[in-house]
């Protein structure tokens, strides 16, 4: 039985996963806020559908279903770094998305291109490993960019906070005291 007519239906060329992979835009959105318990189900959710997705590929052999295992394990790392991410709202663990994504894409991209041969295999993994290179650039510039917008929003922060406190200025005891401690309360001071 020929391996490749029984491949996964969701199988994609090693470039087209890559990038449907790192389509999503991982730093524009702010971060969720999470229960504790919330996060715990989440988690436990992940972890059922990786074990029923990899339950699936019981019904492969050969490489078909060494390509569908990766597939599961992915989507489950993809999976747990974006509830990461989305628990802590850090902007490093925003970041880790992206580069597990890119890992993850390489990974299943190098399984299928086990399934060819000769120099097609050679331009196979070369293209993944181009694509997971690229990949992870994105990644390291979507990390500065997030960390640069991040010090742009406290350098506009501290400019109004200072702003605000000069207000204050013009105002003598109490009012003075409760002016600055309301803009310290506002600007996170």
């Given at each position: 039985?020929?391996?490749?007519?029984?491949?996964?239906?969701?199988?994609?060329?090693?470039?087209?996963?890559?990038?449907?992979?790192?389509?999503?835009?991982?730093?524009?959105?702010?971060?969720?806020?999470?229960?504790?318990?919330?996060?715990?189900?989440?988690?436990?959710?992940?972890?059922?559908?990786?074990?029923?997705?990899?339950?699936?590929?019981?019904?492969?052999?050969?490489?078909?279903?060494?390509?569908?295992?990766?597939?599961?394990?992915?989507?489950?790392?993809?999976?747990?770094?974006?509830?990461?991410?989305?628990?802590?709202?850090?902007?490093?663990?925003?970041?880790?998305v992206a580069t597990v994504k890119a890992d993850t894409s390489y990974?299943?991209?190098?399984?299928?291109?086990?399934?060819?041969?000769?120099?097609?295999?050679?331009?196979?993994?070369?293209?993944?490993?181009?694509?997971?290179?690229?990949?992870?650039?994105?990644?390291?510039?979507?990390?500065?960019?997030?960390e640069a917008r991040q010090d742009a929003l406290e350098d506009k922060?501290?400019?109004?906070?200072?702003?605000?406190?000069?207000?204050?200025?013009?105002?003598?005891?109490?009012?003075?005291?409760?002016?600055?401690?309301?803009?310290?309360?506002?600007?996170?001071?």
């Amino acid at each position: 039985m020929n391996a490749t007519n029984h491949r996964p239906h969701s199988a994609f060329r090693p470039v087209t996963l890559a990038v449907a992979l790192l389509g999503s835009a991982v730093f524009a959105h702010a971060a969720t806020t999470m229960s504790r318990a919330d996060y715990g189900a989440a988690k436990e959710r992940i972890e059922a559908d990786y074990k029923a997705a990899k339950g699936a590929c019981d019904s492969y052999s050969g490489n078909a279903k060494d390509i569908c295992v990766e597939q599961a394990k992915a989507k489950e790392k993809v999976a747990r770094a974006e509830l990461e991410a989305d628990y802590t709202g850090k902007v490093d663990d925003r970041a880790k998305v992206a580069t597990v994504k890119a890992d993850t894409s390489y990974d299943v991209a190098k399984e299928q291109c086990d399934d060819k041969g000769g120099n097609a295999k050679d331009v196979c993994m070369s293209e993944a490993k181009a694509a997971h290179t690229k990949a992870l650039a994105d990644a390291k510039l979507g990390k500065k960019v997030g960390e640069a917008r991040q010090d742009a929003l406290e350098d506009k922060r501290d400019a109004d906070y200072k702003v605000a406190v000069q207000k204050c200025d013009t105002l003598a005891g109490d009012a003075k005291g409760t002016c600055v401690n309301e803009a310290k309360a506002r600007y996170q001071k």
